[in-house]
């Protein structure tokens, strides 16, 4: 489609293409008949001539995106390879995840020294027994539906965390929800098994009542005891998780552009924008023109869960990644695009798209009213 221009914008209106030029000039923007207008300048415009005007976004390479993005792993006609399955921990406050994740964490890393590093980082990955595991830490079960409601889940695997000591609560029940929502198979992390005087049949019986059918009474849920603090039960967990994927059979193409999520941004004083990724499938490498959300750029540097510089990241992977033009938001997919122009373009009429609705959405004489039909 051929890009808004005064001319076409005055005939869709019905007014002289003088009067739009007059309104442009007043802010400070000189246009002869046939130059481009961004959608913001033609609401602006359309609302000082009391003129409703709906602008249609135009979708096409959202459509083309959301098509490759869509597209089964089964079409890209390449070989299937096994990816390590990406868990994702919820449970009630203080029930112990943090607890939990730190303590999977710092003794399954291969690199010890990388215990303590944990301010930041969204997801991270352990190896168990020559397997590998992706966690994702997100914020909290809010998070991690809104995630999902933006067609940005990556989980594959819920592990819910319930304090022996407090059995289910009412963020617990949220979080069986959303998995189950998600679709995706629970399993049950009894935690906080070093205390005294905890009735583990209480907690069995409150989750049966959730749709929680612990698989010692006949259901399909693994309920483990751990102990966070201590570290018992950790390998357990780890194991009953692993089985649990092999089921499953998680399998992806790796040697395509990636795609994947962004679990979280930030300002690095150093780097700059940041993205705490995961890579959903193919491979990311250096040099790679990626768009995410509203921001672009080329991956310039990668970095691990452990902060060390890395020049690739295949599915599964969660990956820090330095290059990029702003802070993309939590919950963007990325994506590998052709070229740099290709990449800065779709972010940057995401970015015009953004600003044009906020502008609808003020009010004002613009209403929905079909002018723009592509
Ligand atoms: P939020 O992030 O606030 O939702 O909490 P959380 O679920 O991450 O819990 P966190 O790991 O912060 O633990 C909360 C408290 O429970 C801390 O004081 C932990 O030391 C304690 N705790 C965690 N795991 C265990 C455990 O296995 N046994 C005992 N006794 N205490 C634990
Ligand atoms: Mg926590």
Redesign the pocket.
Known sequence: TSPMTVRSLAEAMGRPARDLITIMFKHGEMVTINDALDDEMALEIAMELGVDLTIEPEEDFEDAITEILERSDADFGIDLVARPPIVTVL??????????VDRIRSSNVVDGEAGGITQHIAAYQVGHNGQKVTFVDTP?HAAFGEMRARGANVTDMVVL?V?ADDGVMPQTVECISHAKAAGVPIVVAM?????PDINEQRILTELSQHGILPSEWGGDVEVVR?????GTGIDDLLETLLLTAELQEFRTVDSIPADGVCLEGFMDEGRGPLAWALVRRGTLRIGDNICCGTSFGRVRAMYDDAGREIQEAGPSTPVKIAGLDQVPSAGSRFLVMDDIEQAREVAELREARGRSAVLAQRGGPVSLEDFFKH
């Open positions: 449970g009630h406050v203080d029930h112990g995840k943090t607890t939990l909290g965390v304090a935690n906080k098994c070093d205390l751990v102990s966070a603090l201590q």
